[in-house]
């Protein structure tokens, strides 16, 4: 599967932004599907996923409340809805698919979109 992200940019803090993630095949019954990001010189972190069928999602503590997941299965797409971002947001934000045993585990995802940049002043 290929995954494409949108809608990344720079925003001030306290602002809105929504991410998308649109997907070459359909993902709904065959990947979970996760966003993680990577903050400038340091590790992967996972954000939030929805898996299969529509099971959970699931949330990091660190964005649990101000960012929301969702999926569009008619447009294979999902969609990262972030509010009330931080300074401490800023990083680039992948989309992944795969069948992980820890949502939250970047190795347990096979397929990666290139990215897109949120920076948060």
């Known amino acids: 599967v290929q995954l494409v992200e949108s809608g990344g940019g720079s925003v001030q803090a306290g602002g809105s932004l929504r991410l998308s993630c649109a997907a070459s095949t359909d993902t709904y019954s065959k990947f979970d599907m996760a966003w993680i990001r990577q903050p400038p010189g340091k590790d992967r972190q996972g954000l939030a996923a929805?898996?299969?069928?529509?099971?959970?999602?699931y949330y990091d503590d660190s964005v649990k409340g101000r960012f929301t997941i969702s999926q569009d299965r008619a447009r294979n797409t999902i969609y990262l809805q972030m509010n009330d971002l931080k300074p401490d947001d800023t990083a680039m934000y992948f989309c992944?698919?795969?069948?992980?045993?820890?949502?939250?585990?970047?190795?347990?995802?096979?397929?990666w979109g290139q990215g897109t940049q949120v920076t948060v002043s």
């Open positions: 992944a698919a795969g069948r992980p045993r820890d949502w939250a585990d970047e190795r347990g995802y096979n397929f």
């Open positions: 929805i898996y299969r069928f529509g099971k959970g999602p």
